[in-house]
């Protein structure tokens, strides 16, 4: 049997030798996967404290990599097509004759009235006595006269006879910043360079007797006397000039030399040579301008054809002033469409005289 002594040995050896199998099985555990908090684990690089990080910011190496975007970019196209719906039907084609009825000029102009007032260029009407002026619908009007002209501003504004027209209202806008978008409207009847051409305002000359907008625009030499418009179709200005710019007159110019005009103001155009007593013989009279008349979509006829005979009297500076029917075609509708069409004839300018002519119409 063992003592007492030899038993408290044998115990302490025991809890010894058990303390040391308890430790070597915790050295052996995998370490745990939590840490304390803001202390790395130990299976991940260190890295600095947030609180220490400085923000990146964009570097100029990086913005510059990037295309800049223009302020011609950035600012939205027109609606051109929509455009066109509103600003077409007042432009016009005119054409200006000289004293010896012989074609000066065709430029474009546009209506600013409904009563027939329309602007065109200075330059345009030099030299000229008569004119007409041209829709893109086919309507043919005679022009009455001259109200105001300009040489300065090379702007001028004449009359056609004609009872209501659409026409582009004038914009308030003392004049359009730079970098304001707009477009050229040329006459439909001017083919590919009456298109409408969209641009910016690139430059201006506002301290100046001679006011211009200058237009980056690829525009025809065709398309002076245009108008140019804004987003709302007010007319912001009129092409002047298309040879090494595109030169505008703004709409403040234009408001100016139409308030110059009297509301009483009668059209006329300049004197001529041609009016004066002279001693030299008067040139024979002769047509310059005479389109057939059309026929009407409304009237029928059976096959065949219905003639008339009309007489119609010319002043000295070449226009109609009546019409007599001679002989009636036999249809209303026609006669009235000869005669609408006989109204828009010239002839030279010189004296008054008659002149008779025939019109036949076929039948469909």
Known sequence: MFSRGKMRHLRLAFGYALCLAVFATAGCKPKPKYQTVGEPSSDQPLSPPPATTPVQQPTSSVTASQPSQTKAEQIQALDLPKLANSVRPAVILVSVFDSAGKLLRTQTGFFISDDGKFITTAHAI???????????????????????SSSPLDLAVLKADVKRVPFLVLSKSARPAIGTRVAVFGSGLAGGDGAPRDGIISAQQPNSDEERLELAAQVSSTSIGSPVVDENGEAVGVVISARDKCIVRPSSALTSLQSQIASDATARWPETAEARPSPRPTPKPHLVYAPPPSFPSEAYLRPGSRSGRFRLSFNARGNVTNIQIIQSSGNDILDRSATD????????????????????????
């Open 126 to 148: 030099e030299g000229g006595v008569n004119a007409v002026a041209k829709t893109g619908d086919g309507g043919i009007y005679n022009v009455t006269g001259i109200l105001a």
């Open 341 to 364: 069409t006989l109204r828009q004839w010239k002839s030279a300018p010189g004296r008054d005289w008659l002149a008779t002519v025939p019109i036949t119409f076929q039948g469909r």
